[in-house]
C-alpha cells in the first residue's frame, strides 16, 4: 500500500490573497443563488454546465477589480465546483490513481 501525503497538500493556502477572497466571493454568491436541496439530487455532468456559466458570469462581472489570467479562471471555476459537489482541494487527489491514502494533518 502507498501512503502519500499530498505534495500540494497546502497548495489553496499557498495562493494570492486576492484569489482566496475572490473565490470565497464567488462560492458564497452561489450558495446564495442555489437551491442547494435541489442541488443535492442533481448528478455533477448534469449540473456542471450550467453552474460553469453562471461562475464565469460572476467572474466576468469581479475583472474589473480582481484580473485573472485565463489559467486561474479556469483553476478558480474548478476549485468552486469541487467544493460544491465534493471534497474540495482533496477532489484531484482522490482522482489520482497513482495515490491509495490521504493523510490529513
Excluded at 482566496?20 to 436541496?37: C, E, P, Y
Excluded at 455533477?44 to 460553469?52: G, I
Amino acid at each position: 500500500m502507498l501512503n502519500l501525503v499530498a505534495p500540494n497538500a497546502n497548495a489553496a493556502d499557498q495562493r494570492h490573497p486576492d484569489y482566496q477572497a475572490l473565490k470565497g466571493r464567488i462560492h458564497q454568491s452561489l450558495l446564495n443563488r442555489l437551491n442547494l436541496d435541489r442541488l443535492g439530487q442533481v448528478k455533477r455532468e448534469d449540473a456542471e454546465p450550467e453552474l460553469r456559466t453562471l461562475i464565469v458570469g460572476m467572474l466576468n462581472r469581479e475583472e474589473e477589480n480582481t484580473p485573472l489570467s485565463h489559467a486561474e479562471r479556469e483553476s478558480l471555476v474548478d476549485d468552486v465546483l469541487n467544493e460544491l459537489f465534493g471534497l474540495g482541494p482533496l477532489e484531484a487527489l482522490l482522482k489520482d490513481p497513482s495515490i491509495s491514502d490521504i493523510l490529513v494533518k
